[in-house]
């Protein structure tokens, strides 16, 4: 079936560090949009990519169609970093398939 | 603007009991989705419509859950008889022709 595989599946960070996300997808994706889920269960929009790579204060996607993955970088990262990241690939039907998650816990 | 809005936010119900979820989408966003999130996984698709169109339902459990979108606009998700093992979140979200999705705060639900 369609998979969406996401590593790692957890991570902890001190506070000020770096790390990198990584989405690897079974299906031919057009776009890709990357979420973090915070603690209350609501889904929060980072980024929506066409191939390319967007970037937005301390966080940096990039999306690659032709080798199938996706990458979340986090620079410098912060308590409110915290939460669980989905990335979602998207089918030329609009068919939208999420990842399995990254749970992050940045600590001071 | 306001957002995508779901209701009710919390159900509980005996195991054999029905429940439906309601969601109003973004206004003027034609592609509707709605998801099942379980605990501790990602949203796991469950079926989307293009305007009242159903594109795809292959994920609906047809026994017992069914999706309406009779004008393209708002949705209604049922779950009859319900089971423990349908304990989750159910979230809607919606997109303008398959652009990013805008995802509502979700309906949890548990049956007991």
């Known amino acids: 079936g369609d998979k969406v595989k996401q590593s790692p599946s957890a991570l902890s960070l001190q506070e000020g560090t770096n790390s990198a996300l990584r989405c690897n997808f079974s299906i031919a994706a057009t776009t890709v949009q990357w979420f973090l889920q915070n603690p209350r269960g609501s889904l929060i929009n980072l980024f929506y990519?066409?191939?390319g790579t967007k970037e937005n204060g301390r966080l940096k996607s990039t999306f690659n169609s032709k080798e199938s993955y996706s990458t979340l970088h986090i620079r410098d990262a912060q308590l409110e970093d915290s939460g669980t990241y989905f990335c979602?690939?998207?089918?030329?039907?609009?068919?939208?398939?999420f990842g399995t998650g990254t749970r992050l816990q940045v600590s001071p | 603007e306001a957002g995508v809005t779901q209701s009710p936010r919390y159900a509980v119900l005996q195991e054999g009991q029905a429940v439906s979820f309601w969601c109003d989408p973004i206004?003027?966003?034609?592609?509707l989705y709605w998801y099942q999130q379980p605990r501790d996984q990602g949203p796991q698709l469950l079926v989307y419509f293009r305007d009242e169109a159903v594109i795809d339902n292959s994920q609906l459990p047809s026994d017992r859950f069914s999706a309406v979108r009779p004008k393209g606009t708002n949705s209604t998700l049922k779950i009859q008889s319900a089971k423990q093992g349908d304990t989750a979140t159910y979230l809607c979200a919606s997109s303008f022709r398959g652009l990013q999705l805008y995802f509502g705060e979700g309906s949890k639900l548990t049956v007991l």
């Open positions: 990519l066409v191939p």
């Open positions: 206004s003027g966003h034609d592609t």
């Open positions: 979602a690939a998207f089918s030329n039907t609009d068919k939208v398939v």
